[in-house]
Nanobody, 124 residues
Framework: QVQLVESGGGLVQAGGSLRLSCAASGRTSSNYAMGWFRQAPGKEREFVAAVSRTGGNRYYADFVKGRFTISRDNAKNTVALQMNSLKPEDTAVYYC?????????????????RGQGTQVTVSS
């Protein structure tokens, strides 16, 4: 069992930045690939970014490439999402997720545990 708690969400103007963080407890996070999803009101959940267990491989959705960066710290059992150049369409609840499989599995929505989410609102 893995518990995930996200933090760092908030309200920011378009063009601004936010850094989300997710703390994992329970089983050692280094046993899991980790990633982020988001869901806006009235829309389906969508993949944002994922990182492999060692941090060597990273995956991004096309709509965040060049703007968002995912990173992890296995010593602290955390994964972060640095979000720059934010746009109003980035407004959503952002969820942290983990999978015992490869990070590529997370890109397909295949994960075992998910956090409660943190709200990100980008004003125009």
């Amino acid at each position: 069992q893995v518990q995930l708690v996200e933090s760092g969400g908030g309200l920011v103007q378009a063009g601004g930045s936010l850094r989300l963080s997710c703390a994992a407890s329970g089983r050692t996070s280094s046993n899991y690939a980790m990633g982020w999803f988001r869901q806006a009101p009235g829309k389906e959940r969508e993949f944002v970014a994922a990182v492999s267990r060692t941090g060597g491989n990273r995956y991004y959705a096309d709509f965040v490439k060049g703007r968002f960066t995912i990173s992890r710290d296995n010593a602290k059992n955390t994964v972060a999402l640095q979000m720059n150049s934010l746009k109003p369409e980035d407004t959503a609840v952002y969820y942290c997720a983990v999978s015992p499989k490869m990070a590529a599995a997370i890109t397909r929505g295949d994960y075992d545990y998910r956090g409660q989410g943190t709200q990100v609102t980008v004003s125009s």
